[in-house]
């Protein structure tokens, strides 16, 4: 409503509607009306103009017919009776994906205040997400990934109450992630693959979501303990090359439906929790590229549903003959006597020596990710290995 054009638009919009609103069944003789058949039709076609108007490539001429008043009829663009009104036709969807589109959003987007879904991803949209998104009171699947939307986080998501489904990965936000999005009631989120710098809050066992995906991204210091209270909803949590620190706390093992937990690259030092062992539903585990040190639990190897289990690039000295019979598992490039493909004696017996020590060298040597400055401070973390309670 912030578009002066929308005032001198509307009143006619209102009008027509008025006066075809009380023969409504001859409405469908009207094969190709000149207008919008009812005012939220008349909105989106506002909305879904502007936004033409702010596309300035799309090779596969996906909005080539967003043209005239019945945007039912765009491709792409999907309606149904609104959720208040079964006799309302109303824009409930538009999906772009892999449209290659190259654009913006435009802030009239937010007249689309029927849209339960929004799946734009695999284009080449810039910018923000507009603030005028918090009127998609019912919005439940918001998908922007593979674009490249910039700055920080979209806050506006935090203020959208229908949503289920949020996905803005593999765009090039960056900043801090709010703790407040782990309190949303949401499904899955995916944030992995931006520019996010931040801590995981301790309310990140809020979240109900049964995916969580954060990788790739800048996280600092450890997984909160309280991720143990996703015990009864978290199906897959993806840590991948976070900077994750210092511990995995024991909690983890309170995640009884977890099937994937990756924590591969990143800078986790200690011991495997026992713990895992008791998370019946793990199928997939990847703790690679970490300090990590001491024997494999044989009761993870133990695990039922355990299909591959990835331990390479650590500092393990001890592997039950269990583990060598699972279907899939990588334990090279640990210290594991009469194992094939190990690290030399020297960087074993160096590590355990000197365990931080070793272990910054380790990443500074083979996977080139903690740059020079840090490993002062990485050194101090793992002094005291374990998690504050508290995450700062
Ligand atoms: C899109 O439309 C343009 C112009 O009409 C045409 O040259 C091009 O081949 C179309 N592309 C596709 C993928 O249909
Ligand atoms: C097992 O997991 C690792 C690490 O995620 C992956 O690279 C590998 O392809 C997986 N193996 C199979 C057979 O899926």
Redesign the pocket.
Known sequence: MRNPNFHTALPGFFFFFFILSSCRPSLQEYSSPALPLNPRLAQAFIALQAWKHAIFSD???LT?NWYGPNVCKYTRVYCTAALDDPHVEVVAGIDLNHGDIQGFLPEELGLLTDLALFHINSNRFHGSIPKSFCELRLLYELDLSNNIFEGEFPEVVLRLPSLKYLDIRYNNFEGYVPSRVFDLKLDALFLNNNGFRFSLPENIGNSPVSVLVLANNQINGCLPRSVAKMGATLNELMLTNTGLAGCLPPEVGALGRLTVLDVSWNELVGPLPETIGKMRRLEQLNVAGNGLSGDIPESICALPNLKNFTYSFNFFYGEPARCLKLQDKDDRKNCIPGRPLQRSKEQCASFLSHPAHSFVLKNLLQTNHIPNECSHGISKKLEGSSCPDMNR
């Open positions: 090779p596969k001429n080539a």
